[in-house]
Structure formats: C-alpha cells, structure tokens
C-alpha cells in the first residue's frame, strides 16, 4: 500500500475519448541512462533521494546514443499532443457551437448559424485531416488510411523499439510531417480568428456566453439508472 513503482517512463501524450490508433499509441518514452530524484512529501515535510538509471548492459548504444533518441521521442510525443489536442479543441468547439444555437432567439439566429456553419465547415476539414474520423473500432485503420496524428505517433513506435540513435529517415519523416500539421493547426487557427469576434457579438448582443476556443472534453451526462 505504501510503494510506488515507476515504469520509466515519461508522461504520455495528450489523447482524447475513443482514440483509435494504428501500430502507434500515446504512451511516453522511456528515461534514458541519468541521475535521478524521488520526492515524498507528507505532513508538509519533505525527504528526496537521488537514484541512477543505468542502460542496458547489453546494449552498444551510447549514453549519447540513448539521450538523442529520448529528444527525438519527446519531440514527436509533444507534437502528437498538438495533434490531439486541435481534434479536442474542434469538437470543444463544435459541442458549444451547437449548444448556442439552441438558445439564441429567433431574430438572431440566421445570422449565428451562417457563420458558424461556415466556421465548423473548415474546422471539420482540418480535424478529418490530424484524425481518422471514421474510426469506431480498432479494425477500422484497415479502411480508412490513418492521419496526421497517428502518422507522428506512429514514427515514435519505429524510433523507440530499441536502443539506437535514430535514423536520418526517422528525422526525415517527422519534419515533413510536422509541416503539415502545422499547416492544418493554423488553418484551423485562422478560422476561428476570423469568425469568432462575429459570433461572439451576436451571442453578447443576446445575452449568452461567449465562445472560446479551449481543449477540454466535454461529456455528455450520463443518464439516471432505475433500478
């Protein structure tokens, strides 16, 4: 009851409900050879102790070797939490966007749902374009081709099957793929930028909450058993 085992491993990338991923996970890199600290805190008073993580003894890869490849993986984990986290924020987006069309009156209505169609149009596209939005089951990726966000989390399942520096092609890889989600992140930035303050001053002008763009998930509320 009173023991902690750590797994080595880094925290994982951000995923989001019913994430569905092909040969590819969200799961954070293992800590490379180092010194490291373990905190206790109880009762406001604190004790630490240092401890070494030592590599494999089998292994030919340098300490050097092993500390490229954690930077290499932690680079591709943060990007596959910007991948997640913009499919997130879309149907954040998308949950609100329809919630305050339920409850404007009918005299500003038109005006609030031709702009927002045209807005979630846009985020749509780029969402379908970071995830593989016809995903329901873990058989699906065999149908539909895989995104964005499972092609970069998926680089990290290639670089981290063993202990090497990584691979040019690895390198490679990764930077094309973050140019394209870039591109997708600021078009899905830029509409919001675009449509936001005109939506935002119909909902003030009637009274309700703005929108803001944010990650969190929201979850429908799960309805009242009888038993």
Not at 75 to 86: G, L, P, S, Y
Not at 97 to 113: H, I, Q, S
Not at 174 to 199: G, P, Y
Request: charged share 25%; hydrophobic share 35%; no cysteine.
């Amino acid at each position: 009851m009173n023991t902690f085992s750590w797994n080595l491993r880094y925290p994982d990338a951000v995923s989001f409900d019913n994430l569905i991923m092909w040969a590819a996970s969200t799961t954070g890199p293992v800590a490379p050879p180092g010194t490291y600290a373990v905190k206790l805190t109880v009762n406001g008073e604190s004790q630490s102790q240092r401890f070494l993580v030592k590599k494999d003894p089998r292994g030919t890869a340098t300490d050097a070797d092993l500390q490229e490849q954690f930077r290499l993986l932690i680079a591709i984990r943060d990007k596959t939490t910007e991948a997640n986290n913009a499919v997130r924020m879309v149907r954040n987006m998308r949950w609100n966007v329809n919630d305050r069309t339920g409850k404007l009156p009918g005299d500003k209505l038109g005006e609030f749902r031709t702009i927002a169609d045209g807005m979630m149009k846009e985020l749509t596209s780029g969402e379908q374009e970071v995830y593989q939005t016809r995903n329901e089951s873990n058989q699906d990726p065999l149908n539909f081709p895989i995104k964005l966000n499972n092609e970069i989390a998926g680089v990290a399942t290639y670089v981290g099957q063993g202990e090497y520096r990584p691979t040019k092609q690895a390198y490679a890889v990764f930077e094309e793929l973050k140019v394209e989600l870039d591109k997708q992140l600021k078009a899905i930035k830029s509409s919001m930028d675009t449509n936001l303050t005109r939506l935002n001053a119909i909902l003030r002008a009637a009274g309700l909450e703005e929108l803001k763009p944010s990650t969190e998930e929201i979850k429908p509320n799960k309805p009242n058993v009888v038993s």
